[in-house]
């Protein structure tokens, strides 16, 4: 397992549609700031890589969420 870099992160608010898209760093990192509370859906996707939805992802009002997320290599099944 090592970092996807360059990994496209996108997350929408339910309610209101709004999108807002960030790339992860080298190391695989990602930042989304100041969204406002609600409910979300993420979507993760690098060439290469199967894409993966979070359908729902609740946001709390001055939340820090951390996520660790992982991307498995097109064709590799995950056991």
Do not use: C, D
Request: charged share 20%; no cysteine; aromatic share 4%.
């Amino acid at each position: 397992m090592r970092p996807v870099g360059g990994a496209r992160i996108q997350i929408r608010n339910v309610q209101t549609g709004q999108v807002n898209t960030t790339l992860a760093t080298g190391e695989g990192v990602f930042r989304l700031l100041l969204l406002p509370p609600g409910s979300y859906e993420l979507k993760a996707e690098a060439e290469g890589y199967e894409g993966l939805t979070i359908a729902s992802l609740s946001l709390n009002a001055n939340e820090v969420v951390t996520l660790e997320i992982r991307l498995l290599p097109n064709g590799v099944a995950e056991a």
